[in-house]
């Protein structure tokens, strides 16, 4: 009997087609549409098919993340499904698979699944993506390796993927540590685990008054003091190299700590950690002792998820510090 599989469709270019009017790709195509071109798929799995929506990437907000984060772990409760395949935009698709990555502590496998390409496109590569991601959630293997991002027959862990081009359809990279595995003929193979394990955060909220700045030459404190003025509840900044900002941003980051915003520090490199490497005025020695916490290899966008999530259970900046410390 084959294994049942949950496929929650909720848009992305997967599901469309250009419109001859527009001349443009727009959300086309039924569950249905999709599901007749990935051919064979029934000797694979026994599919569950959930209609979330038809959204293009730039179109699911965080408050739509958490209520895919439920449809998934209500499925992911049922006994007779073994795993959850979740197709999304491939825009912001990583964000969505951290989120799930974090909220769902499960043994079952999620893969979170896109196309580079509309259906209208020579080469469309929904349908590949789609059987590889349904291959990957049967897979026994698949389990306890977290939420699982399945592109071009590459599989790689949720907390380190990114998308890495604006059309390529290897776009999808973990750009330090590789894909944790292959699809092969219908078959998964995994090479190693993901770098570092993912910190679960029960919550079912989300604080969406959190803020992503990439810090820039010359950059000072106006945006930080805005959004202090305002009431953030978090600010993430995307720094220079291991960890840096212009001094001139140092006075803003000061007074959001002592408002009690957490501010989270990433590098604006795709690659590396950030660390209290330089001792002189924005080096991040000075940003570690100003109380600004310190973010590992996190890129800013899944930093910002995080914080998002952190700040519905941590009671002051030291619990929120000890969900970004290795």
């Known amino acids: 009997m084959a294994k049942k599989v949950a496929v929650v469709f909720t848009g992305g270019t997967i599901s469309m087609k250009v419109d001859p009017r527009l001349k443009a790709a727009i959300p086309s195509m039924s569950s249905e549409d999709i599901m007749s071109m990935v051919t064979n798929i029934d000797q694979i799995a026994e599919l569950d098919i959930v209609e979330f929506g038809k959204l293009p990437g730039p179109h ?7 209520e895919l984060k439920r449809v998934v772990e209500e499925k992911l ?5 073994v795993g959850v395949v979740v197709t999304h935009g491939t825009d912001n698709l990583e964000e969505t698979a951290y989120l799930l990555d974090i909220c769902l502590n499960t043994e079952k496998p999620v893969v979170v699944v896109g196309a580079m390409r509309n259906g209208s496109e020579l080469g469309y590569d929904g349908p590949s993506n789609l059987a590889a991601a349904i291959c990957t959630a049967v897979h026994p293997k698949s389990r306890n390796k977290g939420v699982l991002v399945v592109l071009n027959n590459e599989v790689n862990a949720a907390r380190e993927v990114t998308k890495t081009h604006t059309m390529s359809l290897d776009t999808f990279k973990s750009l330090e540590f590789g894909p944790i595995g292959i699809v092969d003929q219908d ?5 190693h685990k993901q770098s570092i394990p993912t910190k679960h955060v029960q919550t079912d909220r989300i604080e969406t ?4 700045l990439k810090a820039v030459s010359g950059m000072d404190s106006t945006l ?16 220079m190299g291991r ?6 941003m140092m006075e803003g980051i000061k007074r959001a700590v002592a408002h009690q915003i957490p501010v989270i520090i990433v590098s604006r490199c795709p690659m590396g950690r950030v660390l209290e490497s330089y001792g002189y005025d924005g080096g991040g020695a ?5 109380g600004a916490i310190l973010a590992s290899n996190l890129n800013g ?7 998002m999530l952190v700040l519905t259970v941590a009671k002051n900046l030291e619990e929120v510090k000890s969900y970004f410390i290795d």
């Open 209 to 212: 008054d959190v803020h992503l």
């Open 224 to 239: 930080l003091d805005f959004l202090v003025e305002k009431g953030a509840k978090g600010i993430v900044i995307e720094a």
């Open 77 to 81: 409760n049922q006994d007779d499904i």
């Open 286 to 290: 000075q940003l570690v002792e100003a």
């Open 60 to 66: 699911m907000t965080p408050e739509k993340m958490m």
């Open 187 to 191: 078959d998964v193979i995994y090479y």
């Open 301 to 307: 966008q899944k930093a910002r998820i995080q914080l």
């Open 243 to 248: 960890g840096n900002v212009p001094p001139m």
